[in-house]
């Protein structure tokens, strides 16, 4: 099995943050709005940096997504920080009229995603928000799942011309991927090879399955690791070629398993190669407060649960 | 910058005979508040913004731009858009039929030159304005940012986030104007969900503010000159705009209830011959 030493501990918005920074440097065209969250969203360092291409929009998050429609018109590549809540129901209306109907070149990045928000609890810990994302024409929604790779996504998608939704998340979390693992959007990342199960899994659940792999080693069971973390679009080819060769899948996701990564990957299943599956996700539930690792237990989105998934989808092959 | 009054008055008539002939043909859309916003809309394409119809740019550098936030009122600012050049005037034909880029709503989906973001669900166009005028700002770009917005619109929450932005921040290359024609889908503003004072409330929230007859060509023109002359001062301008709903057909004034209905035969002909020919119908 391929190793993946640990780098380093980090938190995801850290790389958003880092990344935003590099692109102050390197693409004047970028520019930041913020609703009253830039410690939280790591964006004091482009704030200081770039004063004139900054803008605190207060805890106004309506107003923020439209003005950043705007601000594309005149050229410009806006990146909006937020919660990841506030960030998607909040503003669902702005991002679809304003963003994506209008097909405008906005960067949606949201921060404290997931149950990995901890204490603040269910108002905070958005599960929907890929779903939602997902369901709009044109919209390309990211979710990374370390420091190297978030950093790299933030980078990526200022290239790409086009509404993108990215997601990360509050805790510290092993880095993993190394420094220079180009980040390709729509590109599935190939972390293990192995034949007899497909893991598809996106966000902090990437590591939780490498893992469960290495675990599932141990007993004889040859696991192979893909990273997706673009969820739209979908690397639908890589999908594909994975489950005709494992003829079984689990996914893992800190999401609702309604609208999530395993609803998309059971689609491509369904209408190209059916095969068993297992999801690992929230179960129509909502949070609360504890802190993370607590709750990924509770809500079954820890190791061993992408284990016993494993187990169960074998036995159903 | 060049026509006359009687001229501006020609356009308008022209645009109402459009906006009613297009609602009929399709029997849906907004007649109301676009025959109210006629002589507003006449005013600002042919006299107050500078703009190329010709070679239509997304970003608009160098032009005043426009956002229509009450994106119902389409009927109105297609045909404006048409007869001062973005595309030819037999496309009013094809307002809400499949395939084109008239949509019921205005979008930038089908590129329709002259649109710049779409519009219809209410609230958004002010902080796209915002946005554009921002971005102007940091261009060096001198010329200006225009938005209108329904009365009944301004109920939405996220105008008020974007009045507070625009001031806090000198957002002072804007000129927002509401259509205050006291009328909205269920009845008049005041039964509905009433707005007060609206000069003191924007002000209040910053603004400089004025207040025109939007259905009187001439205080239109100065009161916009006036507008304009008051950009660049620190403070956004708001204009709160007096309209007649159904302005220029009888029938359709004083009432709500043409804001989104179709006359059928008999009624689009006493409107058309109310406003007689001036331009040629398209």
């Not at chain 1, 004139?52 to 429609?69: K, L, T």
């Not at chain 1, 979710?143 to 509050?170: M, S, W």
């Not at chain 2, 209410?122 to 946005?131: F, K, R, T």
């Not at chain 2, 359709?252 to 209830?257: R, S």
């Amino acid at each position: 099995m391929k190793e993946y030493p640990v780098l380093g501990t980090k938190d995801t918005r850290s790389g958003f943050g880092d990344g935003l920074t590099e692109l102050g440097k390197t693409n004047e065209k970028v520019v930041a709005l913020c609703a009253d969250l830039t410690g939280s969203l790591k964006m004091g360092d482009f704030k200081a940096q770039n004063p004139d291409r900054f803008f605190q929009v207060g805890i106004a998050e309506a107003n923020m997504i439209s003005m950043a429609a705007g601000l594309t018109i005149g050229g410009y590549i806006p990146f909006t920080g937020t919660f990841a809540n506030f960030s998607t129901s909040r503003v669902y209306d702005q991002i679809r009229q304003s963003v994506a109907y209008s097909d405008k070149n906005v960067k949606i990045c949201a921060s404290h995603a997931g149950l990995t928000l901890g204490e603040d609890g269910a108002t905070h810990q958005v599960l929907e928000d890929i779903g939602m994302m997902k369901m709009l024409p044109g919209m390309t929604v990211i979710n990374p799942c370390d420091y190297n790779q978030t950093k790299a996504a933030t980078i990526a998608i200022a290239e790409h011309v086009g509404p993108v939704y990215l997601r990360f998340g509050r805790p510290k979390v092993p880095i993993f991927i190394s420094e220079d693992t180009p980040f390709v959007i729509g590109e599935a990342l190939h972390l293990q090879e192995g034949s007899d199960v497909t893991i598809f899994a996106t966000g902090h659940l990437v590591w939780k399955s490498l893992e469960a792999a290495k675990e599932l080693e141990a007993q004889g069971i040859s696991v192979e690791v893909i990273n997706i973390h673009t969820i739209k679009p979908l690397d639908k080819n890589a999908v594909i070629a994975s489950v005709q060769k494992t003829k079984c899948v689990v996914t893992a996701e800190e999401h609702q398993m309604a609208g999530g990564l395993g609803e998309s990957i059971a689609q491509i299943l369904a209408t190209n190669c059916p095969a068993p599956m297992e999801l690992v996700a929230v179960n129509d539930s909502f949070g609360e407060s504890a802190t993370p690792d607590q709750l990924m237990e509770k809500y079954g989105l820890g190791t061993k649960d992408v284990i016993a998934a494993v187990q169960k989808v074998l036995k159903r092959k | 910058m060049h026509n006359s009054i009687k001229e501006l008055q020609d356009f308008s008539q022209q645009v109402r005979r459009d906006i009613v002939r297009m609602v009929h043909a399709v029997q849906s859309g907004h007649p109301g508040g676009s025959l109210g916003c006629t002589e507003f809309l006449t005013c600002l394409y042919q006299e107050v913004l500078n703009y190329n119809p010709t070679s239509f740019e997304m970003n608009g550098g160098g032009e005043d731009l426009f956002f229509l936030s009450n994106g119902h009122i389409s009927p109105v600012f297609y045909s404006v858009l048409a007869r001062s050049g973005y595309f030819d005037v037999s496309e009013l034909a094809s307002f809400r039929k499949l395939g084109t880029r008239l949509q019921g709503h205005p979008t930038t989906h089908e590129g329709l030159p002259g649109v710049r973001i779409a519009s219809g669900s209410l609230g958004q166009g002010m902080s796209v304005a915002i946005g554009a005028a921002l971005a102007k700002k940091m261009n060096g770009d001198k010329s200006l940012v225009y938005s209108l917005h329904g009365d009944g619109e301004i109920q939405e929450g996220q105008i008020w986030e974007a009045a507070i932005y625009a001031a806090g921040n000198k957002v002072d290359n804007l000129i927002s104007t509401i259509d205050y024609n006291h009328k909205q889908i269920d009845g008049d503003i005041d039964e509905v969900l009433p707005l007060g004072d609206l000069r003191a409330k924007w002000e209040a929230f910053g603004w400089f503010v004025l207040e025109m007859d939007g259905n009187n060509i001439a205080d239109v023109l100065a009161v916009m000159a006036q507008a304009k002359s008051e950009t660049g001062k620190g403070k956004p301008v708001m204009i709160i705009m007096k309209t007649e709903m159904g302005n220029g057909i009888d029938f359709m004034m004083n009432t709500h209830k043409w804001h989104g209905s179709p006359p059928n035969d008999e009624q689009l002909a006493s409107a058309l011959e109310q406003n007689p020919k001036t331009l040629g119908d398209y």
